[in-house]
């Protein structure tokens, strides 16, 4: 039984000698043989060394759609990601791909131009997009351009040249440091938020004002009709005034929650007071802290994996004791509750 296809397919000897076959998309046996012709012309052009074998692999990548080469560049496998770029890294290389591919008009590795890319940079800057954002687009294509060139998809990468703008020129937001107001108040919060989660009135919320919430009694009202209002400066003390009154036939729970609130409120005042990172941190010890009292500061190690004497940093000499008192305060409890389960059990 013969099945006649409906579109030609071109069979052809490559450089190497092997036959290939090659669907040339014609549904006219004029424009298919066109096609033939212009393949074997290339492999000519091969074997007198007109050009290269990368020259000739390069030019069948030049037809393949850009969205194509895009799919096959975000599943790659890099030294990093032995399996595989992470779903999160695959999303947003995708994403800012197929916004440049739009916005520039790339359907093919082809198009791929320098001056299109720079352009870009400057329309989006002039629309307000910050200098760091645009230059993460860029990076992303550039990256994309080198791994063409690995896989012979490009001989050379095109927008290599393009260059990266001064993110600290234009920055959106400047950084200061938090006032001692500021500190008071996130200090405040950090350590009564737990508990006055659970003292968040309720709210309609078909309501215009949400933060207009008042105390529903029906128990046979539904979930999706009303949500709890949000916690502010203002109703933080009255919240936790009703999460302790909710919550008083539970009064484990509410110790659990305070002291929730004492780790947070040391750890930001910690930070403060040391000038620490969140990663330096945890890896500092209190045991190797030290003093004296006619000294304003004192000194404590935090091992690193450089070293393993570790490095020592100042503090304000108030810090240990502020957390000293914290961990007594949490031993206490916790040894309070072990004594409680102990006495409650048969």
Request: with cysteine; aromatic share 6%; net charge positive.
């Amino acid at each position: 039984m013969t099945i006649t296809a409906a579109r030609f397919t071109a069979r052809y000897a490559d450089a190497d000698g092997r036959w290939q076959r090659v669907a040339t998309g014609c549904r006219d046996e004029v424009a298919a043989r066109a096609v033939l012709a212009e393949l074997v012309r290339r492999v000519e052009l091969v074997n007198a060394n007109v050009i290269t074998p990368e020259q000739d692999a390069v030019a069948d990548q030049q037809t393949v759609p850009f969205a194509e080469h895009v799919e096959a560049f975000v599943t790659r496998r890099t030294k990093h990601a032995p399996n595989g770029v992470t779903l999160v890294g695959q999303n947003n290389s995708r994403a800012r791909l197929t916004r440049l591919a739009n916005d520039c008009g790339f359907r093919v590795l082809s198009d791929l131009r320098s001056e299109t890319l720079d352009r870009w940079m400057r329309d989006r800057l002039a629309d307000g997009m910050s200098p760091a954002n645009i230059n993460e687009f860029r990076n992303e294509l550039v990256i994309f351009a080198n791994w063409c060139v690995r896989n012979k998809r490009l001989l050379v990468n095109p927008v290599n040249d393009v260059p990266k703008l001064d993110a600290t020129s234009n920055s959106g937001r400047k950084r200061r440091s938090m006032t001692e107001g500021e500190l008071v108040k996130l200090l405040r919060v950090a350590r009564w938020r737990p508990l006055a989660e659970f003292g968040r009135l309720r709210a309609n919320k078909k309501a215009e004002d949400v933060n207009a919430a008042i105390e529903l009694t029906e128990s046979k009202s539904k979930r999706g009709k009303w949500t709890y209002s949000p916690l502010t400066l203002d109703n933080l003390e009255a919240s936790v005034d009703r999460a302790r009154e909710r919550l008083k036939a539970n009064p484990q729970f509410i110790a659990k929650q305070e002291r929730l609130g004492r780790e947070r409120e040391l750890i930001f005042k910690t930070l403060v007071l040391t000038g620490l990172r969140k990663g330096n941190w945890h890896r500092s010890r209190l045991g190797n802290s030290t003093s004296t009292p006619t000294s304003r500061s004192s000194r404590c190690t935090r091992r690193t994996k450089r070293t393993a004497k570790g490095t020592p940093f100042p503090f304000e000499s108030t810090w240990p004791m502020t957390c000293g008192s914290g961990c007594k305060r949490s031993k206490t409890n916790a040894a309070g509750q072990a004594t409680r389960t102990a006495s409650e059990s048969p």
